[in-house]
């Protein structure tokens, strides 16, 4: 059963345009993610917030930005897509270390 | 700072044969440890989990998995496959009083009929 919700499915794009992705989760988990999987599966974290604390990781390019309204809602915003940014983007929530995982949202930059 | 490592990028076997996939970790002291699955077009899903105790784990469908301290290795196998196992699966570590979870970098698992 989905506990963790994304809107879109996909998105194609053109390179220079503004995207947002949303993520919500129904679990009462005090932690959301966000993850970048490319095309041979890899997964590399992005963001983590917990508390209204964010964690950064220090390689995502600044273009990129989590919004939140509330712990059970963390969006991403790309500010000007680039061509690499082609990937799954895949939001995940956890109340310690088990993570669940949205179905993810699958951006294609033209 | 923990690591995991799936040396096998892809693995294919027959339907009906028996599976072991190869997760190894890093980290000084005993890690809390996890199989995802990932279906084709889908997020990831927890199968298993090791925080302490019986070293041998059961999940889902089958799947179970075989904690080891003096090897740091944390292998998931399955005694019959089926097609519908098809799919990448992921081995990830944590570490006590942190939530931080590391990833492997998947293996894509591959049952032929």
């Known amino acids: 059963e989905t506990a963790v919700f994304q809107t879109p499915n996909y998105h194609v794009t053109q390179v220079g345009n503004e995207v947002s992705f949303n993520c919500k989760q129904t679990?009462?988990?005090?932690?959301m993610y966000w993850y970048k999987q490319d095309s041979k599966k890899l997964l590399k974290i992005m963001f983590s917030?917990?508390?209204?604390?964010?964690?950064v990781n220090e390689t995502v390019p600044r273009r990129f930005s989590p919004q939140s309204s509330d712990k059970a809602h963390l969006n991403l915003r790309i500010k000007s897509v680039e061509p690499e940014d082609s990937a799954v983007y895949l939001c995940?929530?956890?109340?310690?270390?088990?993570?669940?995982f949205g179905p993810g949202t699958r951006l294609t930059v033209l | 700072a923990q690591s995991v490592t799936q040396p096998d990028a892809r693995v294919t076997v027959s339907e009906g044969a028996s599976l072991q996939l190869r997760c190894k970790y890093s980290?000084?002291?005993?890690?809390?440890l996890f199989w995802y699955v990932q279906y084709p077009r889908q997020g990831l899903q927890l199968l298993l989990k090791?925080?302490?105790?019986?070293?041998v784990v059961q999940g889902v469908n089958g799947f179970e998995a075989e904690f080891s301290k003096s090897n740091s290795s944390f292998h998931l196998r399955k005694a019959s496959v089926h097609w519908s196992d098809s799919a990448v699966y992921f081995c990830?570590?944590?570490?006590?009083?942190?939530?931080?979870?590391?990833f492997g970098t998947g293996t894509r698992l591959q049952v032929s009929p």
């Open positions: 679990l009462g988990h005090d932690t």
């Open positions: 990830a570590v944590s570490t006590p009083n942190t939530d931080k979870v590391v």
């Open positions: 090791y925080y302490s105790g019986d070293p």
């Open positions: 917030y917990n508390n209204k604390q964010l964690i």
């Open positions: 995940a929530s956890s109340l310690w270390v088990e993570q669940y």
């Open positions: 980290y000084s002291a005993t890690p809390y």
